[in-house]
């Protein structure tokens, strides 16, 4: 069975009747471009909708369906007054239909007077009054019944959902069992067409929802091995410097056992024909830098070029800074290019990198765009702090005349349990020491109440010539939350401090952004003012205290990553976590890991016990990969079977060409479509 049987389902999403363009860009935000993504938008739960033909005390509290006759409209006259309908049952009671927003017009269209409706939603009371806040308008006949309660955007009902779910559906065909069918038979699990249908009927159907969440993990697994495999079945170069550049090097410290042991694993794998597959997994500090740095010297001592791929400017620029420092004297060059370079400046790279001039070069995604052609790249090394997918790794490849070896960092920690998931298809090395002379970073939990001895506090480390971070959850002020917004913690530091406050944000433009790191760094600056921006890619020794607020909010990994903005240099730095009031006790235990260990990866395994997986790998900053169906506490055990299963087929049909092999096929690019793309499309 071949893959265009899927076709339907990864048509445009506006091939369902109902969407247009207008429609089409809510659906969107949702994350909803294709059938496919609609067919595995799972409702959150259900509400039952009452029949009544009589508005009713009893049913205050109740979802209930009742035609109503609009009599009356009462507008406020600002734009943040409620637009209030007064409406009648056929007996003569009265209820207000409440519209939130200051849209008049759209509750005159939805009901107009003297006029009857099918009124739904959720019978309140406000006073003596009864009310329905936000009610769906029908001017067909409501049955009542069960209903979904799906995942929203502003404009979209669950019933409108529903009904894109119901011909998302009918577009999926039914497809080959691609499950080994003792491990299908041991689980009870429903064929996988059958397991969406159910799910959509019932968010409840445990096997139903176990089966989807296994095709997910199974087609990750098998993805990562076949890449895996591709990588090894095709012969490489084998780079063998002779040390001559890295003996030159002159190194402020010894390097750690850790790092010697991950240098001998590099240059032993480069070493080999077949493509070097590592990812190194180092701890904020541990010197992952200098690992990578020895790695591209390995490549330009045996004529081989370089790539060090960073996933934002603000770092790709910090490394070309941090690496030219280390290489200055050696006979090793090195550029920089980013999607900002253009002209002469552009020009003169891609022809340095196509003549083989340049011997290492740093960017972000650019620097495996069309048009970079290298003359010889022997490695690429990733630093991910995004999820960096199998399918960009194939498109890395595709840069050199053989396939590169292939490094890729990340200062995560990742739970064991969780490493197959991210890379499975991964040699791993581990550095698990920090360099001599870093001092454990100092953490307090306080109260957010005593935020002014916290800015007194901060005033004090100022004069004493330090710098610091002051980190928010949000950037703006918004009426829905109470969280710290940057715009308004900066203004009011700024009121104290004054023009030594500066601040990042998301919605900044790069060379804005970059110009106040740039400040910051310089200590132009005392205090950077930021959202979680920082997170990667800030380097500055001088600055030795952060403070987060509302740090109860931030998962332990994210923490864990801002923290680390602080101990880089010199002496004592300094945590401060802002917590609000009325802890969980979730939140409670993790501050309170924060402020016990700086040890990354016993927070990672912490992160995991207390979140679960699915949140953990659900966090962009994460970098770790991301799945819509499994739950944390199935997810491990998910991961395992799929994973032996994986392997079974593999170790049996490696091209994929038997019955299970062709439906695997299918499993692919249902879940792992762009892999599947670049994978058996020669296949």
């Given amino acids: ?317 910090q490394h070309f800074e941090n690496l030219g420092r280390m290489l200055a004297g050696l006979d090793v060059r090195i550029a920089i290019l980013t999607g900002r370079d253009k002209g002469k400046v552009r020009e003169a790279t891609l022809m340095g990198v196509a003549s083989g001039e340049i011997d290492i070069l740093i960017g972000t995604h650019a620097i495996f765009q069309q048009g970079v052609q290298y003359r010889d790249l022997g490695l690429v090394v990733v630093d991910e702090q995004h999820r960096f997918g199998v399918a960009e790794r194939m498109m890395l490849q595709a840069k050199a005349q053989v396939p590169p070896h292939l490094l890729v960092m990340t200062a995560t920690p990742i739970p064991r349990t969780l490493q197959l998931a991210s890379h499975g298809e991964m040699d791993v090395s581990r550095l698990d020491e920090m360099p001599p002379g870093r001092e454990p970073i100092q953490t307090t939990v306080i109260s957010e109440d005593k935020l002014d001895a916290v800015i007194d506090g901060l005033g004090r480390h100022l004069a004493a010539g330090k710098q610091a971070y002051w980190v928010c959850p949000l950037v703006e002020e918004s009426e829905k939350t109470d969280l710290a917004a940057a715009e308004d913690r900066a203004a009011k530091l700024t009121a104290r401090f004054g023009d030594k406050v500066g601040l990042v944000h998301g919605r900044m433009k790069g060379p804005e952004k970059d110009a106040v790191m740039a400040r910051f760094a310089a200590g132009e600056l005392g205090v950077l003012v930021a959202t979680t921006v920082i997170e990667v890619g800030v380097d500055v020794p001088n600055a030795t205290l952060i403070v987060i607020e509302h740090a109860d909010r931030f998962g332990l990994a994210q923490l864990h990553q801002l923290r680390g903005r602080v101990g880089r240099g010199g002496g004592q730095s300094h945590c401060i976590l802002l917590r609000g009031s009325g802890l969980s006790e979730t939140s409670r235990a993790r501050l309170g890991l924060m402020r016990d260990t700086t040890d990354g990866f016993l927070i990672a395994e912490r992160d995991l016990e207390l979140r679960g997986a699915g949140e953990l790998l659900g966090t962009r900053q994460s970098g770790e990969q991301t799945f819509r169906l499994a739950t944390p506490d199935s997810l491990a055990a998910l991961i395992a079977a799929a994973n032996a299963d994986a392997r079974l087929l593999e170790d049996q049909d490696r091209a994929l060409k038997s019955e299970r092999g062709q439906a695997a096929r299918l499993a692919l690019y249902l879940f792992e479509r762009d892999a599947a793309v670049g994978l058996l499309r020669a296949g």
Avoid: C
């Fill in 1 to 317: 069975m071949r893959p265009e049987i899927l076709n339907p389902l990864f048509a445009e999403v506006t091939a369902l009747k109902g969407i247009g363009a207008g429609l089409a860009k809510p659906l969107e935000r949702l994350g909803l471009a294709r059938v496919v993504d609609v067919a595995f938008h799972l409702p959150t739960g259900f509400i039952d909708r009452l029949p009544r033909d009589e508005l009713m005390q009893a049913d205050v509290g109740r979802t209930i369906v009742i035609q109503l006759t609009a009599a009356s409209y009462r507008f406020g006259g600002s734009a943040r007054a409620p637009a209030r309908v007064q409406a009648v049952d056929a007996h003569g009671n009265h209820v207000s239909l409440v519209f939130f927003g200051g849209n008049s017009g759209w509750a005159k269209k939805l009901l107009p007077l003297n006029e009857k409706r099918w009124v739904s939603g959720r019978l309140d009371q406000y006073g003596q009054d009864l009310q329905i806040v936000h009610p769906e308008v029908s001017e067909t006949a409501e049955s009542g019944g069960r209903e979904a309660v799906y995942p929203l955007s502003e404009g979209i009902t669950s019933k409108r959902i529903a009904g894109f779910v119901d011909q998302a559906i009918e577009r999926a065909p039914e497809l080959p069992e691609w499950i080994e069918p003792s491990l299908k038979a041991r689980h009870g699990w429903p064929n996988w067409r059958e397991a969406l249908v159910r799910i959509h009927a019932d968010p409840a159907d445990a096997k139903a929802r176990e089966r989807l969440a296994y095709d997910e993990v199974f087609a990750n697994q098998l993805a990562l091995l076949l890449v895996r495999g591709e990588a090894r079945a095709k012969r490489g170069r084998a780079l063998q410097g002779d040390g001559r550049l890295r003996n030159a090097l002159k190194l402020p410290y010894a390097p750690t056992r850790a790092q010697a042991r991950t240098m001998g694993e590099i240059e032993g794998d480069m070493a080999q024909t077949q493509p070097m597959l590592r990812l190194l997994q180092g701890d904020v500090g541990s010197g992952k830098t200098l690992v990578a740095l020895m790695a591209l010297l390995v490549a330009a001592e045996a004529g081989a070029q370089g790539a060090l791929l960073a996933p934002t400017e603000i770092l790709a620029r």
